[in-house]
């Protein structure tokens, strides 16, 4: 079974910057769409960003102008570079991996979550 490993979460003072990482721990084959979602305590989990095989790009509101996405399809990783963080923006952080085939959902990995935290 392919685990989505994360790496790059911690605690960061408003205004600065994290980068996230994730990549599977084996072969994931077919069209895949990539992104983040985030899940503040309290709150129900919402998409952060999202990236298409194509390399397009759709963001939450809330963090276009400040967040990132990119993928490296050799390495099926996908990076969220995060700057000017707000305190708003601390929630538990999901990568994921969607597999589609013929316009349906085939598979749909979940990383185990990554805590990022923004003191004001």
């Known amino acids: 079974q392919v685990q989505l490993v994360e790496s790059g979460g911690g605690l960061v003072q408003a205004g600065g910057s994290l980068r996230l990482s994730c990549a599977p721990s084996?072969?994931?084959?077919?069209?895949?769409?990539m992104g983040w979602y985030r899940q503040a305590p309290g709150k129900q989990r919402e998409l952060v960003a999202t990236?298409?095989?194509?390399?397009?790009?759709d963001y939450a509101d809330s963090v276009k102008g400040r967040f990132t996405i990119s993928r490296d399809n050799a390495k099926n990783t996908v990076y969220l570079q995060m700057n000017s963080l707000k305190p708003e923006d601390t929630a538990v952080y999901y990568c994921?991996?969607?597999?589609?085939?013929?316009?349906?959902?085939?598979?749909?990995?979940w990383g185990q979550g990554t805590q990022v935290t923004v003191s004001s």
């Open positions: 990236v298409t095989s194509g390399g397009s790009a």
């Open positions: 084996g072969s994931i084959f077919g069209i895949r769409t």
């Open positions: 994921n991996i969607k597999v589609w085939q013929i316009g349906v959902l085939r598979d749909d990995y």
